[in-house]
């Protein structure tokens, strides 16, 4: 797989898709730029992405890593993805907000998009506005595949090694990996560049956001193991995910 610096992961990429459909039409004429006018706000700072619901691919799901007091969250469309997405002035704000199923530490929000396009999510913290790196709606383009290929070796006491299959490096920007304990409760949240990550050694690790130094695995509880694979858009094109019991 290629490999790509982390800052690679926050610049989106302009799609060349033909895409004859008819734009949408805007009753709400709120550009993002005009709800930053006179605040102070920052790009490429939250950590969100998106893919198709498992259950009903109609639906997209929208995964955010949102600080603690951030408040005022919002989403903001364009009306074709075939445009220069860091073009602000593109950006609406989106009539029907994205609905929040999952309120935990990764928050999810799922919408039903008609059409492939590009969305900001924003949310106010601490007098500033921060603002997500675009991402494209594939919802028609290019569908989020859901596989269970982790192979798990347990071969160290409180610890386990992860690998999983890469289905299109050509797609692949890099890996997002979320480990949570058997009460749901996230204890792990990392990013890398290769299809492997071992519990908790950070040597690949590329960005981590865990808040604390995670808690060794216990015998016998169960664990549950997922991993994004996230294009350049910050669409998500696959989820690969593995129940396990500690051994």
């Known amino acids: 797989m290629k490999k790509i610096i982390l800052l690679a992961v926050f610049i989106a990429i302009t799609s060349c898709v033909k895409n004859e459909s008819v734009p949408i039409v805007f009753q709400n004429n709120t550009f993002l730029p005009e709800d930053l006018e006179n605040n102070l706000y920052q790009t490429d700072a939250i950590f969100t992405f998106a893919g198709n619901d498992l259950a009903n691919s109609d639906h997209t799901?929208?995964?955010?890593?949102?600080?603690?007091?951030?408040?005022?969250?919002?989403?903001?469309?364009?009306?074709?993805?075939?445009?220069?997405?860091?073009?602000?002035?593109?950006?609406?704000?989106?009539?029907?907000?994205?609905?929040?199923?999952?309120?935990?530490k990764i928050k999810t929000f799922r919408h039903t998009f008609l059409r492939d396009e590009w969305i900001i999510m924003t949310y106010k913290i601490e007098d500033k506005i921060k603002l997500s790196s675009p991402i494209r709606i594939n919802n028609l383009f290019r569908q989020t595949d859901y596989i269970e290929d982790i192979v798990i070796d347990q071969g160290m006491s409180g610890s386990a090694n992860f690998e999983w299959s890469v289905q299109s490096a050509e797609n692949n920007a890099f890996f997002f990996e979320i480990m949570k304990d058997q009460n749901d409760a996230v204890l792990s949240l990392t990013f890398t560049n290769d299809s492997h990550f071992q519990y908790f050694d950070l040597t690949n690790v590329t960005l981590n956001?865990?808040?604390?130094?995670?808690?060794?695995?216990?015998?016998?509880?169960?664990?549950?193991?997922?991993?994004?694979?996230?294009?350049?858009?910050?669409?998500?094109?696959t989820v690969h995910s593995r129940a396990f019991i500690a051994e």
Do not use: H
């Not at 074709?80 to 609406?92: G, K, V």
């Not at 865990?210 to 216990?218: D, F």
């Open 61 to 104: 799901n929208i995964y955010a890593v949102i600080e603690e007091g951030a408040s005022d969250i919002k989403f903001y469309e364009t009306d074709t993805p075939n445009i220069n997405e860091q073009d602000l002035y593109r950006y609406l704000l989106m009539e029907i907000q994205p609905t929040l199923i999952s309120d935990a």
């Open 209 to 237: 956001l865990s808040q604390n130094v995670p808690p060794n695995l216990v015998q016998d509880e169960n664990y549950e193991f997922t991993v994004l694979d996230i294009g350049l858009d910050n669409w998500i094109n």
